[in-house]
């Protein structure tokens, strides 16, 4: 599903026009993403848990040389689905 398809999905099932729709995404989204920068977590109950998590430094190769290289340590965010998310799927 696009963001564009998830866009009209809440239009319909919230009755908000497709405008406002895409705003409200475009807000969660944005809200999520300056939590995360703040190193807070984002968690909803029953649906998941966003949150930064710490990769350190590892060796790995170049795949055209082969040649040995240090890959540095990042921060990446992760999800961690919520129990009532796994029932749904399930």
Do not use: C, W, Y
């Not at 995404?25 to 703040?38: F, G, M, W």
């Amino acid at each position: 599903m696009t963001k564009s398809e998830f866009v009209d999905r809440v239009a319909s099932q919230s009755g908000l026009s497709k405008k406002d729709a895409g705003s409200a995404v475009d807000a969660v989204i944005s809200s999520i993403e300056d939590a995360l920068q703040s190193g807070e977590e984002v968690s909803f109950t029953g649906f998941g848990k966003f949150h930064v998590a710490s990769r350190g430094a590892r060796e790995g190769r170049n795949p055209r040389t082969g040649e040995s290289m240090t890959i540095a340590a990042s921060k990446v965010p992760r999800f961690t689905a919520g129990s009532g998310l796994k029932k749904a799927v399930r």
